[in-house]
């Protein structure tokens, strides 16, 4: 079993930042993938970002180049950091474990808000 806590969200206006955290524990690996999603209301769960052991990185085209994903796998910690924030940004965005290629454990999820 794994478990991922998620830290970080928040209300955020249009145009900031907020970094968000999610730490790993139980029976993991550092050679497993880690990633963020997000779910917005009345819509399914999308793709944010994952990122490889090794740090190759995988981006949604909506969050290219305002949004970067990093680990620090000495402290099982995976980030995403997000500039540029946007409206559309609003979601409740869950932290991903990947075993075999897919993201199996989930973390409890945090709340962002982006608005004037």
């Known amino acids: 079993q794994v478990q991922l806590v998620e830290s970080g969200g928040g209300l955020v206006q249009p145009g900031g930042s907020l970094r968000l955290s999610c730490t790993a524990s139980?029976?993991?690996?550092?050679?497993?993938?880690m990633g963020w999603y997000r779910q917005a209301p009345g819509k399914e769960r999308e793709l944010v970002a994952t990122?490889?052991?090794?740090?190759?990185?995988n981006y949604a085209d909506s969050v290219k180049g305002r949004f970067t994903i990093s680990r620090d796998n000495t402290k099982n910690t995976v980030y995403l950091q997000m500039n540029s924030l946007k409206p559309e940004d609003t979601a409740l965005y869950y932290c991903?474990?990947?075993?075999?290629?897919?993201?199996?454990?989930w973390g409890q999820g945090t709340q962002v808000t982006v608005s004037s």
């Open positions: 991903s474990y990947t075993v075999f290629g897919a993201p199996v454990y």
């Open positions: 139980g029976s993991i690996f550092s050679i497993n993938a």
């Open positions: 990122i490889t052991s090794g740090g190759t990185t």
